[in-house]
């Protein structure tokens, strides 16, 4: 059996003496799309942040295309090929688009000219306003700015903290088709998404937490047939 590219395996962990994660594991392969959905306090955005070392480990490993990384820094991480983006406060808002896009490729000594017009083919709407500040633009835009920017490091895992709280339904949509696109490339993208049908649907993998631990884990398709995870998280 072949190692996932990125194996989170058996996390335990949390803020000071409480454990938030019990036993989870989250596993991702190259270009897969996994998303993570739960109630609220199920510990989805503590799972993302173990995995990106904000958070230490009481037990469990973080591996990364076989490397063991779980005792490195979030800067080690995005050396290795991690792209991390916040849900809130993940751009420079006093900086234009294209300073943020180029804050984003602090970690790069090559010529990465070619990286932010990927970045701007990607999102045209963004690429329009590239002289403008990015605390200007509108909230959609600006998730395409930090999306952009953690795409500036060439990461071969993107991992997105709820990137569509707060935005209209078509904008929505249209994050969720950028994301496709950039799984296609053969980056790996572990989302966490508070809505949750819409993240299933274009799901290859799903991970239902419930209090810190695995309670489904299915692809996108089967969790959206269950119907026990459809009346219990999605609504019926």
């Given at each position: ?17 409480a ?14 799309i ?23 480990l009481?037990?469990?490993a ?26 809130t406060h ?7 688009v294209?300073?943020?896009?180029e804050?984003g490729?602090?970690?790069?000594d090559?010529?990465?000219r ?6 701007y ?8 306003k ?11 835009q ?5 999306v ?7 990461p071969s ?11 209209s339904p ?24 508070q809505n ?16 810190g631990?695995n ?22």
């Amino acid at each position: 059996m072949t190692q996932a590219y990125l194996s989170a395996s058996q996390m335990r962990g949390g803020y000071g003496k409480a454990d938030i994660l019990n036993d989870c594991t989250i596993t991702v392969e190259r270009g897969q799309i996994a998303v993570i959905v739960g109630p609220n306090g199920a510990g989805k955005s503590t799972a993302m942040k173990a995995v990106f070392g904000m958070l230490n480990l009481r037990e469990g490993a973080v591996l990364l295309d076989g490397e063991d990384i779980t005792r490195l820094s979030p800067q080690e991480r995005v050396r290795k090929g991690m792209g991390f983006v916040p849900q809130t406060h993940n751009i420079f808002p006093s900086m234009t688009v294209e300073e943020n896009l180029e804050m984003g490729a602090f970690i790069r000594d090559d010529d990465y000219r070619e990286t932010i017009a990927q970045v701007y083919e990607l999102f045209p709407a963004v690429a329009d306003k590239r002289r403008q500040n990015a605390g200007e633009l509108s909230g959609g835009q600006r998730q395409q700015v930090a999306v952009g920017r953690a795409l500036m490091t060439r990461p071969s895992l993107l991992m997105l903290d709820e990137p569509t709280a707060g935005v209209s339904p078509i904008v929505m949509d249209e994050l969720f088709d950028r994301i496709i696109e950039i799984a296609r490339t053969g980056i790996s993208i572990l989302m966490v998404e508070q809505n949750a049908r819409q993240a299933l649907e274009i799901a290859d993998i799903g991970y239902v937490l419930v209090q810190g631990t695995n309670r489904y884990t299915d692809t996108g398709k089967a969790l959206m047939a269950d119907p026990d995870v459809r009346r219990t998280f999605l609504g019926g």
